[in-house]
């Protein structure tokens, strides 16, 4: 994974995770990596990675079994608000984008259309 350095790195772990739980890389109830197992995926330190499983159990994206490992909840209704979630993001960047380049709400949605004529 290629990080940017402008977000921090647990960040955007917890971001590809989400990712994969709502491409249905990751499933419900699944067993997630051990801490050590995912600080090598990711190549990142084994504290930052316990610092990603804190973080998405206090957000309540996954729970621990002590002993046993971490797990993603079972709720499938979260994947869904999980996907509304990092959809209403990548929105919100991209008018924001779109703004600071000057266009306005009209002239963006013509760019959106124009681009999926040229596709």
Do not use: H, W
């Amino acid at each position: 994974m290629n990080y940017n350095s402008e977000m921090p790195i647990y960040l955007q772990v917890i971001q590809d995770i989400k990712k994969k739980m709502v491409q249905g890389k990751i499933q419900p109830g699944e067993k997630l990596p051990s801490n050590r197992e995912l600080a090598v995926i990711y190549k990142i330190n084994q504290n930052t990675a316990a610092r990603i499983y804190r973080e998405m159990e206090i957000a309540e994206y996954c729970y621990t079994k002590r002993g046993i490992g971490t797990f993603v909840v079972e709720d499938e209704n979260m994947f869904e608000q999980i996907k509304e979630e990092m959809a209403e993001e990548l929105l919100r960047n991209f008018m924001t984008g779109m703004q600071d380049l000057g266009y306005k709400k009209d002239d963006i949605i013509f760019q959106i259309a124009d681009y999926k004529e040229e596709e």
